[in-house]
T-cell receptor
Framework: AQSVTQLGSHVSVSEGALVLLRCNYS??????LFWYVQYPNQGLQLLLK??????LVKGINGFEAEFKKSETSFHLTKPSAHMSDAAEYFC??????????FGTGTRLLVSP | DTEVTQTPKHLVMGMTNKKSLKCEQH?????MYWYKQKAKKPPELMFV???????INESVPSRFSPECPNSSLLNLHLHALQPEDSALYLC??????????????FGSGTQLSVL
C-alpha cells in the first residue's frame, strides 16, 4: 500500500531562513505526490503536486519540491521563510483514483 | 468562483440529536468528498461522490449518512453520534477527470462537538 512519512512533527525556523519539510513515500509504482497547507481554522490548500515528468516541481507562495526516486523522497523547500508561512503542512500520496492519503503533518513555526 | 462553502462553521449536538452538514461548490466539479480530521491529526477520507453517485465509502459507521442531491451540493446527515465523533469535517471537490492526480479544493470545515 502506498503511504507517506513526514519526519518531524514540528519545524522551527527564523524569518528569512531556509524552510525544509521532509516527506518520504512508500510505493511500488511511480506515485502521485502532493503537498497541502492548512492554516488555523481553515481547510487545506494545494501547494504543489508531482505526477510525471520534471522532478522539480514549483508551487504557490515560493515553495518547491523535488521528487527523488533513489531516495523515495519528496521534500518541500522554500528559500526564505515568511511569518505568513506558519501553518500545518501535509504531504500526501494518491494510492488510487479519488483517494488521497495524508502524512501526519508538520507544523512550521516561524519566529521573527 | 473557486470556493467550497461549508455550513455551519461550528455545531454542537447531543448524542440523540439529528443534524446535517452542508457543502456547496459552483466550479462544475463532479467529484465531492467528505473528510474527517481529529485534532492534530491528518484528514481521513470518509466518502466520495462521483457524478452524484457514491463511489467510495471508507467503512464509515451508519450514523453518518451522506447525500448528494445535485452536482453542486453535498450533505452529511448525522444521527446518534458519539463524543468520539467530535472533529473537523471537511468537504472537498475536484474535477473528476479520471487522471487520479486531481487537485482537491477544500472548504473551511465544520467544527463538530458531540456532547
Amino acid at each position: 500500500a502506498q503511504s507517506v512519512t513526514q519526519l518531524g512533527s514540528h519545524v522551527s525556523v527564523s524569518e528569512g531562513a531556509l524552510v525544509l519539510l521532509r516527506c518520504n513515500y512508500s510505493s511500488s509504482v511511480p506515485p502521485y505526490l502532493f503537498w497541502y497547507v492548512q492554516y488555523p481554522n481553515q481547510g487545506l490548500q494545494l501547494l504543489l503536486k508531482y505526477t510525471t515528468g520534471a522532478t522539480l516541481v514549483k508551487g504557490i507562495n515560493g515553495f518547491e519540491a523535488e521528487f527523488k526516486k533513489s531516495e523515495t523522497s519528496f521534500h518541500l523547500t522554500k528559500p526564505s521563510a515568511h511569518m505568513s508561512d506558519a501553518a500545518e503542512y501535509f504531504c500526501a500520496v494518491a494510492p488510487g483514483f479519488q483517494k488521497l492519503v495524508f502524512g501526519t503533518g508538520t507544523r512550521l513555526l516561524v519566529s521573527p | 468562483d473557486t470556493e467550497v462553502t461549508q455550513t455551519p462553521k461550528h455545531l454542537v449536538m447531543g448524542m440523540t440529536n439529528k443534524k446535517s452538514l452542508k457543502c456547496e461548490q459552483h466550479m462544475g466539479h463532479r467529484a465531492m468528498y467528505w473528510y474527517k480530521q481529529k485534532a492534530k491529526k491528518p484528514p481521513e477520507l470518509m466518502f466520495v461522490y462521483s457524478y452524484e453517485k457514491l463511489s467510495i465509502n471508507e467503512s464509515v459507521p451508519s450514523r453518518f449518512s451522506p447525500e448528494c442531491p445535485n452536482s453542486s451540493l453535498l450533505n452529511l446527515h448525522l444521527h446518534a453520534l458519539q463524543p468520539e465523533d467530535s472533529a473537523l469535517y471537511l468537504c472537498a471537490s475536484s474535477r473528476n477527470d479520471g487522471q487520479g492526480n486531481e487537485k482537491l479544493f477544500f472548504g473551511s470545515g465544520t467544527q463538530l462537538s458531540v456532547l
